[in-house]
């Protein structure tokens, strides 16, 4: 029911505040939402403050107990606030329970802040070479990371 919010959220972000060449098109999984990664095993969280979505984080499960985190999204007056953190936890929080044991992520250089976040969490940055064989990639990813739960 918050398709058209969440779609619109990521997408201002990608290309009004970052100017990145993506579109729905190249994300079709915003269309699917249950299907692509509920279904599946993984999921999708929002942050809603005052009933508008503000925030997007989503989970999917690959092999080897391994997931792909996707679509960390935080709308930019509500970063840093801890907000982006607590939807990190509730992922992690998902994955320990399900006994995921290793989530990568790719993202692009253009998000510097999205970067020294994930450090700050503790993912640590890996070569391209080093992601699963499953992992779902985007033309824009171009920097990945990974972040070990056990």
């Not at 779609?7 to 505040?17: F, K, N, S």
């Not at 792909?68 to 998902?94: C, E, H, I, P, S």
């Amino acid at each position: 029911s918050y398709e058209s919010e969440v779609i619109r959220l990521i997408l201002t972000i990608q290309q009004e505040e970052f100017g990145l060449d993506i579109g729905l098109e190249q994300q079709s999984d915003l269309l699917q939402i249950g299907k692509h990664y509920q279904e599946n095993g993984g999921q999708f969280w929002l942050a809603r403050v005052d009933g508008k979505v503000v925030g997007s984080i989503a989970l999917i499960a690959l092999e080897n107990s391994r997931a792909a985190l996707k679509k960390m999204f935080v709308a930019k007056d509500y970063r840093k606030t801890g907000l982006g953190r607590q939807l990190v936890n509730t992922l992690v929080d998902f994955c320990k329970e399900e006994g995921i044991e290793e989530v990568y992520l790719g993202t692009t250089q253009r998000f510097v802040s999205a970067q020294r976040f994930y450090r700050n969490y503790g993912f640590e940055k890996i070569l391209k070479g080093s992601l699963p064989n499953d992992f779902p990639l985007l033309d824009v990813d171009d920097t990945f990371y990974v972040y070990k739960l056990r």
